[in-house]
């Protein structure tokens, strides 16, 4: 199975800050790799897809790049609806996994 | 605008089987070739993948629970099931379906709301 590591786990940020989550996965998985955004109580949404692909209706600050096994999402200037959890997963062997979660706190 | 919707019992006995369907609405199921998944959450917790049931009827599952688990697909319903069975207080989680989309990312782009399933005697 291939592992997943998301970095930091948590982080506090101030309105308008730039914002990296990065994701590492123990072997190579091209650009297969998602990002989702996870508000508390509610079901995962769809940030990110194929490493850098932006999903319809997503804002433009949000941004990822990377390939192989090393990953980043970016939100360029955070906003109030951005604090959440974010989750890095990959879907290039079964089993799919996800990283950890980074969560996203108010500074 | 695709809709999932989970259902099914939110409190199973220890040893029992958990069921769950997902009902799809706003679009066929059988439509394109998208898959559908199930995935899981225990309170507090990251998220798990459980199984796909691919647009062919054929099926993938976590090796961790492959040998309790079984998904299934009613495409005249337009649904798909979800039953663990043997299930202990570790099956505790919110559990969610979602549809796969295909492609590089085989991304997950709808999802249910999720239903919480309690394990308990």
């Known amino acids: 199975d291939i592992q997943m590591t998301q970095s930091p786990s948590s982080l506090s940020a101030s309105l308008g800050d730039r914002v990296t989550i990065t994701c590492r996965t123990s072997q190579r998985v091209g650009n297969s790799l998602n990002w989702y955004q996870q508000k508390l109580g509610k079901a995962p949404k769809l940030l990110i897809y194929a490493a850098s692909s932006l999903q319809s209706g997503v804002p433009s600050r949000f941004s990822g790049s990377g390939s192989g096994t090393d990953f980043s999402l970016t939100i360029s200037s955070l906003q109030p609806e951005d604090f959440a959890t974010y989750y890095c997963?990959?879907?290039?062997?079964?089993?799919?996994?996800f990283g950890q979660g980074t969560t996203v706190e108010i500074k | 605008q695709l809709q999932l919707q989970e259902s099914g019992s939110g409190l199973v006995k220890p040893s029992q089987t958990l069921s769950l369907t997902c009902a799809v609405s706003?679009?066929?199921?059988?439509?394109?070739?998208?898959?559908w998944t199930w995935i899981r959450q225990p309170p507090g917790k990251g998220l798990e993948w459980i199984g796909y049931v691919y647009h062919s009827g054929n099926t993938d599952y976590n090796p961790s629970l492959k040998s309790r688990v079984t998904i299934s697909v009613d495409w005249s319903k337009n649904q798909f099931s979800l039953r663990l069975s043997s299930v202990t207080a570790a099956d505790t989680a919110v559990y969610y379906c979602?549809?796969?989309?295909?492609?590089?990312?085989?991304?997950?782009?709808?999802w249910g709301q999720g239903t919480l399933v309690t394990v308990s005697s």
């Open positions: 979602a549809r796969v989309f295909p492609g590089g990312g085989s991304q997950l782009d709808y």
């Open positions: 997963q990959q879907t290039y062997t079964i089993p799919p996994s």
């Open positions: 706003g679009g066929s199921i059988n439509s394109g070739h998208y898959s």
